[in-house]
C-alpha cells in the first residue's frame, strides 16, 4: 500500500484555523491548539447568541406595542387577541414600528379593531 503524506493538507487546516483566530488575545492566535479549541466555543457562542437575539428583539417589540396600547387604555394580550380574531396579520415588527414612527396608523389599527368588537 502506498504510504500517504498529509504535510500538505495538515498545514492548509492548521493555516486556515489560524486565520480564523485573527484577532483572539494571548496564545489563541498563534498556537493552533488554542486557536482551535477558541474558535469552537466561538462558533457555539455565535450559533447561540443568532437565536438570542431573535428572542431579544420580539421582547423589545412586545413591550413597544405594550407601552402604545397602555396609552390606548388596551392591553397588550387583548390588542394581539382583536388582530387575531380580526385576522388583521401583521407581525410585531411592523406593529412596534408603526407605534413609533406612525402613531396615527397605529391609532387607525386600533381604533378598526374596537370597533369592530363593539358591534357585536
Known amino acids: 500500500m502506498v504510504r500517504v503524506k498529509r504535510s500538505v493538507a495538515s498545514k492548509k ?32 457562542y455565535s450559533f447561540r447568541d443568532r ?14 406595542i405594550n407601552s402604545a396600547c397602555k396609552q390606548r387604555d ?10 387575531k380574531k380580526k385576522d388583521i396579520q401583521l407581525d410585531r415588527k411592523i406593529l412596534s414600528t408603526l407605534a413609533k414612527e406612525e ?10 379593531i374596537l370597533e369592530k368588537e363593539e358591534v357585536k
Open 13 to 44: 487546516k492548521r493555516k486556515k484555523a489560524l486565520k480564523e483566530a485573527k484577532g483572539f488575545k494571548w496564545g489563541r492566535k498563534s498556537k493552533y491548539k488554542l486557536a482551535k479549541d477558541a474558535l469552537r466555543h466561538a462558533w457555539e
Open 51 to 64: 437565536k438570542n437575539k431573535k428572542r431579544t428583539f420580539r421582547r423589545l417589540w412586545q413591550s413597544q
Open 74 to 83: 388596551l392591553r397588550y394580550s387583548q390588542f394581539i387577541n382583536l388582530l
Open 103 to 112: 402613531p396615527e396608523i397605529f391609532d387607525k389599527i386600533t381604533e378598526e
